[in-house]
Every structure is written in C-alpha cells, then in structure tokens.
C-alpha cells in the first residue's frame, strides 16, 4: 500500500499567486482530512469530508481557503490568493470506516513570500 | 470541548534510559486516545490508541501507554530509548467514536542522546 499521497511535497510562492495541493487517500478509504501545522497553533483541522462530501470546514481560516473532493481517490486544497501567514505544513489524512486510527500523508510544505 | 495538553516542550533523555512523555486530555465523554510520531521532513505515523479495554496499550516500536481515567492522562512510555526514537511526538484524542477529526496536543520533542 503507498500510503496517503501529498503533492507538491514543497511549494514556494508569493503572496496572491493561487496555491494547489492535492491528495490521494489510501485506496478504500472512507474520510479524508485536512490538518494544517504550524508553529504558533499546532496541528489543526481545516475540513473533512466523508465519502467525498464535506462534513465540517469550520476549521477552514477564511474564503480564501476551498477544498473539493470530486472522487474518492483525489482531494485538493485550494488556496487564493495566498499570503504569507498561510506559510504551513499542510497534512492530508484518511481512514476507514469502522476504523479509529488515521493514517497521514508527508505532507506539504509551502512557504508563501 | 476536547482538548488536550503535552506539559514538556522537550524531553531529553540518556540512550539506554526509560523514557516519558506526558499527556492530559479533556473530554465530556469517553476518551479516544491516540499518540503520533513525526520524524523530520515527515508526516505523522500512527504509534498506538486506547479506545477500550486494558488501560496499558502496546504499540509500534517498543513503545506503551497507560491509560488513567482517574487523572485523565495518557502518558508514552519506554523501557529503553533509542537515539533513534529522536522525534516530535503528539497525543491527540477524540470524545466520539467512528471518524471523526482528531484534536492533537502542542508536541513534545523527544531528543535521546548517546
């Protein structure tokens, strides 16, 4: 099994350029997540989804920020336009119905200047 | 609200010594727990969870957690550190069952030194 699947696993941009980052979930899986990581506030949820429906996206910052899961094997993180406190790790995650643990992708590292 | 609160920033420990790193958790119900390893340039790996059952719970890498209903914590354990258990390590827990998101603690740096 190849895991959670993030791309790009670095992104440098400037600030109100349009970001992308994609994820494949592991093959099956029923939810995906979004988490985003940064020094000041730790892990924490952007949105969900469950079989390819949002079900919460309190955690998304701002209309800046859209996430959209058109298949059950690819999900992206849209960000536009970007600015430098968006600058993160940005971690998709998925799991299997029935099941408790998630399993993280490696993540994806953007720096916006 | 769940919550949950790594007390250390850091630990820093002796190779060949027992190793701890602390977690305390908030919840209105009953707690889902889980601890995360993330290596440098790396994302989380699942360690281990308590969901029920024994309050000791065994997991990768020679690692165990007990669980402490009475003072809410769920404390990582080691019998023997590695340098290579150097990490950043995350409790993380959850009140409801199933799939729902994961709420994480701040993080507690373990370095291991030779």
């Known amino acids: 099994d190849a895991g959670v699947i993030q791309s790009p696993r670095h992104e440098v941009t400037e600030m109100g350029q349009e970001v992308t980052l994609r994820c494949k979930p592991i093959s099956g899986h029923d939810y995906l997540f979004w988490y985003r990581q940064t020094m000041m506030r730790g892990l924490e949820l952007l949105i969900y989804?469950?079989?390819?429906?949002?079900?919460?996206d309190s955690g998304m910052p701002e209309d800046r920020f859209s996430a959209k899961m058109p298949n059950a094997s690819f999900s992206t993180l849209k960000i536009q336009p970007s600015e430098p406190r968006d600058s993160a790790v940005y971690f998709c995650?998925?799991?299997?119905?029935?099941?408790?643990?998630?399993?993280f992708g490696p993540g994806t590292r953007l720096l916006v200047l | 609200a769940q919550s949950v609160a790594q007390p250390e920033d850091q630990v820093n420990v002796a190779e060949g010594n027992p190793l701890t790193v602390k977690c305390t958790y908030s919840?209105?119900?009953?707690?889902?727990l889980f601890w995360y390893v993330q290596y440098p340039n790396r994302g989380l790996q699942f360690l281990l969870k308590?969901?029920?059952?024994?309050?000791l719970v065994k997991g990768s890498y020679g690692f165990e957690a007990e669980f402490n209903k009475s003072q809410t914590s769920f404390h990582l354990k080691k019998p023997s550190a590695l340098v290579s258990d150097s990490a950043l390590y995350f409790c993380a827990v959850r009140e409801a069952p199933g799939n729902t998101p994961l709420v994480f603690g701040k993080g507690t740096r373990l370095s291991v030194i030779a």
């Open positions: 995650a998925s799991s299997l119905i029935g099941q408790e643990t998630q399993y």
């Open positions: 989804f469950n079989n390819n429906v949002p079900i919460d």
């Open positions: 308590y969901i029920t059952g024994d309050n």
């Open positions: 919840v209105s119900g009953n707690p889902y």
